[in-house]
Nanobody, 120 residues
Framework: QVQLAESGGGLVQAGGSLRLSCAASGRIFSIDHMGWYRQAPGKQRELVALITPAGTANYADSVKGRFTISRDNSNDTVYLQMDSLKPGDTAVYYC??????????????WGRGTQVTVSS
């Protein structure tokens, strides 16, 4: 099994910054990608950003230019630097990891989530 430990959420005023961290541990064989999703009250969980081991990153249009995802492959940790935060960014942020066991066996793992609240 794989465990994901998130940290860094909190309360911040609009325009402020927060940095989320997620450390993976356990039975890690080959990571396909790691990333962050978020879920606001009454809404579906949505992708925020993901990054491959090679460093290729993808972002939701709503966070492009404001959020930066990065990773430390040496300790299987992913970070999300969030700048110019808006009240609309308020949500529970979940760390996600997908392993690549074979071309068809790609298990997914989720963290417990960390609350990010942006006040206006």
């Amino acid at each position: 099994q794989v465990q994901l430990a998130e940290s860094g959420g909190g309360l911040v005023q609009a325009g402020g910054s927060l940095r989320l961290s997620c450390a993976a541990s356990g039975r890690i064989f080959s990571i396909d990608h790691m990333g962050w999703y978020r879920q606001a009250p009454g809404k579906q969980r949505e992708l925020v950003a993901l990054i491959t081991p090679a460093g290729t990153a993808n972002y939701a249009d709503s966070v492009k230019g404001r959020f930066t995802i990065s990773r430390d492959n040496s300790n299987d940790t992913v970070y999300l630097q969030m700048d110019s935060l808006k009240p609309g960014d308020t949500a529970v942020y979940y760390c996600h990891l997908q392993q690549s066991i074979t071309t068809v066996i790609k298990p997914n793992y989720w963290g417990r989530g960390t609350q990010v609240t942006v006040s206006s």
